[in-house]
């Protein structure tokens, strides 16, 4: 079956501006997550949606960082007055129910360059 | 921040060769997860081993995980030039459905 999507694969942006990146988790999986990760780092999480619903927020850096869920199924991530150090792969992930001992399936993420 | 710290950074050995990569973390675990990552995009799951369990075999992998030394171990046995790519290790603790990632060891088979 289809994997985790994510879309734009790559996205240019210049200082200041907004950008929305979008997550399509795996049919039927309830908990969606996002994380990013900076070159030569491992990934960092950001947030995680049980249904429509951020579980887990903890990992956002700062209130230009957003995320919404409003179906349960596709997710987007908004980033507002992008700036350079927010330049960095965007990973989406999901696991069928969200207990800890679930699998989280990785999309391909979305390379994000803030000018 | 990051809870795992690989061992070592980067590895370079001959196809045919055994990997093996290192892990450790710093507070009580759930459950421990191997993933590689090729080209720094997506991220493909390897094995997960339980905070009860030991080791645990899958093909040509081998963890291992040892809860008193918080630290694990993962094993490429006859490595290929397919094996060439950044491996991680991720954790979970009971009651945060995060995982929290190690900066990744990055894996070169020569052929």
């Known amino acids: 079956g289809a994997g985790v999507s994510q879309t734009p694969s790559n996205k240019v942006t210049e200082k200041g501006k907004y950008v929305e990146l979008r997550c399509d988790p795996i049919s039927g999986h309830t908990a969606l997550y996002w994380y990013r990760q900076s070159l030569g780092q491992g990934p960092e999480f950001l947030i995680y949606?049980?249904?429509?619903?951020?579980?887990?927020d903890s990992g956002l850096p700062n209130d230009r960082f957003f995320a919404v869920r409003p179906e349960g199924s596709v997710s987007t991530l908004k980033i507002q007055r992008t700036e350079r150090g927010d330049s960095a792969v965007y990973l989406c992930?999901?696991?069928?129910?969200?207990?800890?001992?679930?699998?989280?399936?990785f999309g391909p993420g979305t390379r994000l360059l803030v000018l | 921040s990051q809870q795992g710290e690989e061992d070592p950074q980067a590895l370079s050995i001959q196809e045919g060769e055994n990997a093996t990569m290192n892990c450790s973390y710093k507070?009580?675990?759930?459950?421990l997860q191997w993933y590689r990552q090729n080209s720094g995009r997506g991220l493909v799951h390897l094995i997960l081993i339980r905070s009860n369990e030991r080791e645990k075999h899958s093909g040509r992998l081998r963890v291992t995980l040892d809860t008193s030394k918080k630290s694990s171990s993962l094993l490429i046995t006859a490595s290929r030039a397919a094996d060439t790519a950044s491996y991680f290790c991720a954790t979970d603790w009971w009651g945060a459905q995060k995982l929290v990632f190690g900066q990744g060891t990055r894996l070169t088979i020569n052929p």
């Open positions: 992930a999901s696991s069928l129910q969200g207990g800890g001992m679930e699998t989280q399936y």
């Open positions: 507070t009580s675990i759930n459950n």
């Open positions: 949606f049980q249904g429509t619903g951020a579980a887990d």
